[in-house]
């Protein structure tokens, strides 16, 4: 939103912040909704997909070469000062924690593969969680090589002037993937909300009432991603604040817990050949419970 709002204003005058809840309200309507109005299979998504990742790639390219033709001295990388982790360190938490969120897409991904196979799924996760890994280190490095000032703020396209043809075409590319991958995450919690609500026989059922039922619930996800979007302008807030509760509850606190109560029941040798990982996901669970309190609560503070 504020992309494509600072694009308007540029494009047609007037203060970028006037043209936000605007721009917003289009995207939902016209581009969010109909995506995430498609069936539950996300395979219908797989173009607006592809185009979201390349978006996504085509701008860590743009923001390396930025950063290689703008660095005159590499001491502003070798010569920061070490990394402490304090409180305002825990800003980055819930952002890393939401950049790997991909994974509640994965069930219902690999239930629509023909020919299914969990070795050849973990090895494809295990690629892609590498490739995002060393793509955010990438993003990171250069980003600070890119940036004038030298210490890029939550948003690194923020560091770069209004005019800069480059940062411009980076900010639009990242408006075009994040409008375009949000059916990738409203569809598998539309579903999941329906089965919830109607029970597990829920997502077979193909009546006209049942397809009014996922619009309904389609309208009510992305009026309540709306509100959140237009609930405060720093994009690192938003991220923090999303990444400490939803993030955190969806992505990592549940399905270690559902691991736990599901291990519970399993015969006695099964819980003791998954011994180890139980107490690695018991000592996870741990860490990020306070974790997300404390940075929920920074974050709201922080507002």
């Excluded at 075009?176 to 997502?203: E, I, K, N, Q």
């Amino acid at each position: 939103g504020d992309s494509f709002a600072l694009l308007a204003s540029l494009a047609y005058g007037g203060p970028w912040q006037d043209w936000r809840a605007p721009i917003l309200i289009f995207d939902a309507v016209a581009v969010a909704f109909p995506l995430s109005s498609c069936p539950a299979a996300l395979h219908s998504l797989r173009y607006s997909n592809a185009v979201a990742v390349s978006c996504t790639i085509l701008v860590a390219a743009t923001l390396m070469v930025h950063g290689i033709l703008r660095c005159d001295d590499i001491s502003v990388v070798t010569d920061r000062p070490p990394i402490i982790f304090d409180v305002a360190a825990l800003r980055g938490v819930p952002i890393i924690m939401l950049s790997f969120g991909c994974q509640v897409q994965v069930p219902p991904a690999y239930k629509e593969l023909q020919g299914r196979s969990l070795g050849r799924m973990t090895t494809a996760l295990t690629i892609v969680a590498a490739t995002c890994s060393i793509l955010y280190a990438t993003v990171a490095l250069f980003g600070l090589m890119a940036s004038p000032s030298g210490l890029p703020p939550g948003n690194v396209l923020d560091s770069f002037a209004v005019d800069d043809v480059a940062a411009l075409a980076m900010r639009g590319l990242m408006a075009t993937a994040a409008t375009l991958v949000y059916p990738m995450l409203c569809v598998p919690c539309r579903s999941t909300l329906d089965h919830l609500l109607f029970g597990a026989s829920a997502g077979a059922e193909t009546t006209r009432a049942s397809r009014l039922r996922s619009l309904l619930e389609t309208v009510v996800i992305v009026c309540i991603t709306l509100r959140l979007s237009t609930w405060d302008s720093d994009l690192a807030h938003v991220f923090g604040l999303t990444g400490a509760t939803a993030g955190a509850l969806i992505c990592y606190l549940l399905p270690l817990a559902c691991f736990l109560c599901l291990r519970a029941r399993r015969p006695q040798e099964d819980r003791r050949s998954t011994l180890g990982l139980a107490a690695g996901s018991a000592l996870t669970l741990a860490i990020l419970v306070p974790l997300s309190l404390a940075v929920t609560w920074q974050e709201w503070r922080g507002r």
